[in-house]
């Protein structure tokens, strides 16, 4: 936690995909200002134009760690995205965040424990064949067991966030 100034929070997520994701982005730091955070956007970033392909999502994961790494905390959006479960990359930051000694607050729609949501026979197996965890958490246990919270909406997790870093700061 920062000593002085605005504590800086990374916005994890898939919205950075989103048709309106420059919107979306202005919104979700908007959120954090209220709070009395500084929000950390992606899209904040200055990626240089001309690069290849793959030298340019280097270069965006490079920064993103970075921009990771300057943060005081992680607010992650942790909705199914393209399927049953979060986003892959808004994993990846999560889990790097944990790695870095960084606290992560996660929002997502509740809908109980995976095993609840997530379509499975009665045997607990999915279309696939494979086991769902039964450990009656609302995602992962890499992801659950390693959150400071979560919450129900990002207007909810930016609250709640703040409460929490003004509780582990001793404010």
Excluded: T
Excluded at 4 to 25: H, I, M, S, T
Excluded at 84 to 106: H, I, N, Q, R
Excluded at 157 to 166: K, M, P, Q, S
Aim: overall charge negative; aromatic content about 10%.
């Amino acid at each position: 936690m920062r000593a002085a100034g605005q504590p800086k929070v990374y916005l994890a997520g898939f919205d950075v995909f989103r048709e309106d994701a420059v919107e979306r982005g202005e919104y979700l730091k908007r959120l954090c200002r209220d709070q009395g955070l500084e929000g950390l956007y992606p899209f904040d970033n200055e990626v240089p134009e001309g690069l290849a392909p793959a030298e340019r999502a280097a270069r965006i994961c490079q920064l993103n760690l970075a921009m990771i790494r300057g943060a005081d905390a992680v607010l992650a959006n942790l909705n199914p995205f393209r399927g049953f479960e979060p986003d892959s990359g808004s994993a990846f930051e999560v889990g790097a965040a944990v790695a870095m000694g960084k606290p992560v607050w996660a929002y997502f729609q509740p809908q109980g424990s995976m095993r609840q949501w997530m379509p499975g026979d009665e045997a607990g197996r999915d279309a696939e064949g494979y086991f769902i965890e039964d450990f009656g958490l609302p995602r992962n246990l890499m992801l659950a067991c390693s959150w400071a919270g979560c919450s129900a909406s990002v207007e909810e997790g930016v609250a709640a966030l703040r409460h929490y870093l003004d509780g582990a700061s001793g404010a």
